[in-house]
């Protein structure tokens, strides 16, 4: 990360005590970032119980706009630059109405409140649109001298969206609704990759969680299956800074692999899963890499992964890392939720 920024601006929108059908409080604000004639806008939603104390929480990014949580007519739609998906409406890269709880299936919030979680969520595009293109997220503002990219070792979109749910937890920790000590991070596929990275580099993150990250993520790179890493840099080459594509179809030269990211983030507990027909994201590696960081963890004295062989389908092992590989394809569903919501329980309640 290339430097330090001044503190945002915070603007509370709402606070509603009676969202999801009187079950919940919502809160909408939006970090505001800037830097010379530069602008950033974050946009926070929040759906936390209604409790008298300090709730835990579950932080996550979100793939297409806050409003495709929910259906949720008081939620904002997003400014930001989305993929197009003209199904649900979003076209030339812009939300509309018709998009509203787009991705609900892939966010259970009666379940997470009635869990006594919160769900804390920003839309990724907010901190940098993930496109080839380092014009209009986070990074201009780290610029000197003329810079139009980052220099070719510094941050790629990966780090920069870890940065920004880091800087999520800076304004949590002044949340009087939040317990900041209990804030789960999680991620799905390429944002699994960033949660990862921001758990192993910011410890005030009490767990980490990665669902589906596969290469570049939880999957070990040099067994090189599925989706390899010169794959994730030639589809994807904004992800990972320029001398990370030295190691493409060169695994075996890297210094570190995947479970090293994952020992980082021990003691704290670490939830992996993978999908049967996520064949991308090498399940197997998945699983190898949370199994070879376990002995950090038992170097701390802690379980890591309970088992020695990788467990059946729809069959969740949980030691202070927890795994799973269930039926399906490459998706957030209420099936991982309910794991995540019971990994919770031992280790956040």
Same mark, same amino acid.
């Given at each position: 990360?290339p430097?330090?920024l001044?503190s945002?601006e915070?603007?509370?929108?709402?606070?509603?005590?009676?969202?999801?059908?009187?079950?919940?409080?919502?809160?909408?604000?939006?970090?505001?970032?800037?830097?010379?004639?530069?602008?950033?806008?974050?946009?926070?939603?929040?759906?936390?119980?209604?409790?008298?104390?300090?709730?835990?929480?579950?932080?996550?990014?979100?793939?297409?706009?806050?409003?495709t949580?929910?259906?949720?007519?008081?939620i904002?739609?997003t400014?930001?630059?989305?993929?197009?998906?003209?199904?649900?409406?979003?076209?030339?890269?812009?939300?509309?109405?018709?998009?509203?709880?787009a991705?609900?299936?892939?966010?259970?919030?009666?379940?997470?409140?009635?869990?006594?979680?919160?769900?804390?969520?920003?839309?990724?595009?907010?901190?940098?649109?993930?496109?080839?293109?380092?014009?209009?997220?986070?990074?201009?503002?780290?610029?000197?001298?003329?810079?139009?990219?980052?220099?070719?070792?510094?941050?790629?979109?990966?780090?920069?969206?870890?940065w920004?749910?880091?800087?999520?937890?800076?304004?949590? #920790?002044?949340?009087e *609704?939040?317990?900041?000590?209990k804030?789960?991070?999680?991620? &799905?596929?390429?944002? @699994? =990759?960033?949660? /990862?990275?921001?758990?192993?580099?910011?410890?005030?993150?009490?767990m980490?969680?990665?669902?589906?990250?596969?290469c570049?993520?939880?999957?070990?790179?040099?067994?090189?299956?599925?989706?390899?890493?010169?794959?994730?840099?030639?589809?994807?080459?904004?992800?990972?800074?320029?001398?990370?594509?030295?190691?493409?179809?060169?695994?075996?030269?890297?210094?570190?692999d995947?479970?090293?990211?994952?020992?980082?983030?021990?003691?704290r507990?670490?939830?992996?899963?993978?999908?049967?027909?996520?064949?991308?994201?090498?399940?197997?590696?998945e699983?190898?890499?949370?199994?070879?960081?376990?002995?950090?963890?038992?170097?701390f004295?802690?379980?890591?992964?309970?088992?020695g #062989?990788?467990p059946? *389908?729809?069959?969740?092992?949980?030691?202070?890392?927890?795994? &799973?590989?269930?039926? @399906? =394809?490459?998706? /957030?569903t209420?099936?991982d939720?309910?794991?995540?919501?019971?990994?919770?329980?031992?280790?956040?309640?």
């Amino acid at each position: 990360i290339p430097g330090v920024l001044e503190s945002p601006e915070i603007r509370i929108w709402e606070t509603s005590p009676n969202a999801l059908n009187g079950t919940a409080i919502r809160r909408q604000l939006s970090l505001f970032f800037k830097k010379g004639d530069k602008t950033i806008e974050v946009n926070i939603l929040m759906y936390l119980p209604q409790s008298v104390g300090k709730v835990p929480v579950f932080l996550a990014y979100n793939l297409s706009g806050n409003h495709t949580v929910a259906n949720d007519p008081d939620i904002r739609l997003t400014d930001s630059w989305v993929s197009d998906d003209p199904s649900v409406g979003i076209i030339n890269n812009r939300v509309t109405e018709q998009s509203r709880g787009a991705d609900s299936n892939s966010w259970p919030l009666e379940s997470i409140i009635q869990s006594g979680y919160g769900l804390v969520t920003v839309y990724y595009g907010d901190i940098d649109p993930d496109k080839n293109d380092f014009s209009d997220g986070i990074e201009p503002l780290f610029y000197t001298g003329g810079q139009t990219e980052p220099k070719p070792d510094e941050w790629g979109s990966v780090a920069a969206w870890a940065w920004g749910l880091s800087r999520v937890m800076d304004y949590l #920790e002044k949340d009087e *609704l939040i317990d900041a000590s209990k804030v789960a991070v999680m991620g &799905h596929s390429q944002l @699994g =990759k960033a949660a /990862l990275w921001a758990g192993a580099s910011d410890q005030r993150f009490a767990m980490v969680i990665s669902n589906e990250s596969g290469c570049c993520g939880a999957a070990l790179s040099k067994r090189i299956f599925g989706e390899t890493v010169q794959i994730i840099n030639s589809k994807f080459p904004h992800w990972f800074c320029t001398n990370f594509k030295r190691y493409n179809n060169n695994e075996d030269q890297l210094p570190f692999d995947q479970h090293m990211l994952l020992a980082a983030i021990a003691p704290r507990p670490l939830y992996i899963s993978s999908a049967e027909n996520d064949r991308d994201s090498d399940p197997r590696g998945e699983f190898l890499s949370a199994k070879y960081a376990s002995a950090v963890y038992q170097l701390f004295g802690k379980t890591g992964l309970p088992v020695g #062989e990788m467990p059946q *389908l729809n069959s969740p092992v949980m030691g202070t890392i927890g795994y &799973h590989i269930r039926s @399906g =394809k490459h998706d /957030l569903t209420n099936y991982d939720w309910q794991q995540y919501l019971k990994f919770a329980d031992r280790y956040l309640k």
